[in-house]
Antibody, heavy 118, light 108 residues
Framework: DVQLVESGGGLVQPGGSLRLSCAASGFTFSNYWMSWVRQAPGKGLEWVANIKEDGSDKYYVDSVKGRFTISRDNAKNSLYLQMNSLRAEDTAVYYC???????????WGQGTMVAVSS | QSALTQPPSASGSPGQSVTISCTGTSSDVGSYNYVSWYQQHPGKAPRLMIYEVNKRPSGVPDRFSGSKSGNTASLTVSGLQAEDEADYYCSSYAASRVFGGGTKLTVL
């Protein structure tokens, strides 16, 4: 089965850091762009970042530039999101998603919750 | 670049058809056939329902269809069923915020 499984979420204080992971299976991970998408409680979907198949290109939404870093390890079929200087407004469920290459997402993980609060 | 605009709500009775719009600009929806639609039930991950304006992934019922005219894309759900009640989001390549604000579809 094609599957994405996120992990690493939790409660963190403002200014803190967290690293999210996404384990992929059932497809050739190294052949696809991958994205992180988040959803604040009761709000809509927000694309956060994406990364090219080989990791050479990365793009971010303005609100996380300089604070978040997307990366991948194709040997481990894994996607990561390093989140630093976290703010209350980063509180959300974070989904990893397989990207068809033009910001369309055909496979989604179940999501991992990140709560930023003191 | 600009955000994609969706109506906050839509509704229909079982068996009826309902159409949800997604309005962008000539720089995103109007320029690319890369509009997608997602269904999201409460507490669940989004599910891709339509990609490249009008293509359905395997397993998506043919009651769901997509179209585009100018800067506006549309999702039509025909033969509404209770399980279609969900939030629906559009997305487009080159849109500044990628996703529209979402439409809550209620089956009356």
């Amino acid at each position: 089965d094609v599957q994405l499984v996120e992990s690493g979420g939790g409660l963190v204080q403002p200014g803190g850091s967290l690293r999210l992971s996404c384990a992929a299976s059932g497809f050739t991970f190294s052949n696809y762009w991958m994205s992180w998408v988040r959803q604040a409680p009761g709000k809509g979907l927000e694309w956060v970042a994406n990364i090219k198949e080989d990791g050479s290109d990365k793009y971010y939404v303005d609100s996380v530039k300089g604070r978040f870093t997307i990366s991948r390890d194709n040997a481990k079929n894994s996607l990561y999101l390093q989140m630093n200087s976290l703010r209350a407004e980063d509180t959300a469920v974070y989904y990893c998603a397989k990207d068809l290459g033009y910001l369309a997402f055909d496979i989604w993980g179940q999501g991992t919750m990140v709560a930023v609060s003191s | 670049q600009s955000a994609l605009t969706q109506p906050p709500s839509a509704s229909g009775s079982p068996g009826q058809s309902v159409t949800i719009s997604c309005t962008g600009t000539s720089s995103d929806v109007g320029s690319y056939n890369y509009v997608s639609w997602y269904q999201q039930h409460p507490g669940k991950a989004p599910r891709l329902m339509i990609y490249e304006v009008n293509k359905r992934p395997s397993g998506v019922p043919d009651r769901f269809s997509g179209s585009k005219s100018g800067n506006t894309a549309s999702l039509t759900v025909s033969g509404l069923q209770a399980e279609d009640e969900a939030d629906y989001y559009c997305s487009s390549y080159a849109a500044s915020r990628v996703f529209g604000g979402g439409t809550k579809l209620t089956v009356l």
